[in-house]
């Protein structure tokens, strides 16, 4: 948490130099195909849109860490069906795309939306995802979109990394079978196996209308994504 864009990108770029293939921050469609885990309600462990009573309270304490007013340590509460885990709350997560008040359409291969052209970072944000221990439950849904400034650093925002499938050369590993299947990097790094597939992002539900136009994103290729965001130890290695 709490490190600017240019930092992430070093980071970034350092990890790939190690392991040999790019590694970048996710898409907002990856993120959000991810935090689902094949689940359809607003957060990902439930089909419910909107849960009530002792399933309510549940997701409070699980997301926004109940009365915990500071960051937990990773990986403290449970994951979802691929084995994410902090997917919602937290931490919030920020993307590789430039925000917009609505999702973009070009998002439906599961690619970034990037601006285009130079745009002076204290103006350029990029979205950000899942919500933190500082908001609300609703904040925290597998939907819900906000954004951070590129310049800019916030203790409760953090993000964790994606490696795309294809190898340098133009090779393709051959494809894990099982969603969620893991696998370590050279620094120690777990990463968990997200299956190629279909979803319909976004929500009706926002009063905003930054969650809208809801409309199916297919992946034709699975990827691999940090099983949580990457850790202060992690950032030092």
Not at 83 to 106: F, H, W
Not at 136 to 158: I, P, V
Not at 178 to 191: D, H, I, Q, S, Y
């Amino acid at each position: 948490t709490k490190v600017n864009d240019q930092k992430m990108t070093d980071f970034c770029n350092r990890i790939a130099r190690d392991n040999r293939r790019v590694v970048r921050l996710p898409s907002e469609a990856e993120w959000e195909y991810a935090c689902r885990a094949g689940s359809k309600g607003l957060y990902s462990f439930s089909d419910e849109e909107k849960p009530r009573g002792d399933a309510f309270k549940e997701m409070q304490e699980l997301f926004t860490n109940g009365s915990h007013s500071t960051l937990l340590d990773v990986a403290s509460k449970k994951a979802n069906a691929w084995g994410l885990y902090d997917m919602n709350g937290n931490a919030a997560e920020l993307c590789i795309d430039n925000y917009r008040d609505s999702i973009p359409k070009v998002v439906s291969n599961g690619q970034a939306f990037r601006f285009k052209g130079t745009v002076n970072p204290a103006f350029a944000q990029r979205v950000r995802r899942g919500g933190s221990y500082r908001t609300r439950l609703h904040q925290c849904s597998t939907t819900y979109r906000d954004s951070l400034r590129q310049n800019r650093a916030k203790e409760d925002t953090g993000f964790r990394i994606v490696l795309p499938l294809l190898l340098p050369k133009n090779r393709l590993e051959k494809a894990p079978h099982r969603p969620g299947e893991e696998m370590t990097n050279g620094l120690g790094m777990k990463l968990r196996w997200i299956p190629a597939g279909a979803f319909f992002m976004g929500s009706f539900d926002d009063p905003n209308k930054n969650e809208e136009p809801v409309h199916l994103v297919r992946f034709s290729q699975g990827f691999w994504m940090g099983a949580h965001e990457v850790t202060q130890g992690q950032w030092k290695t």
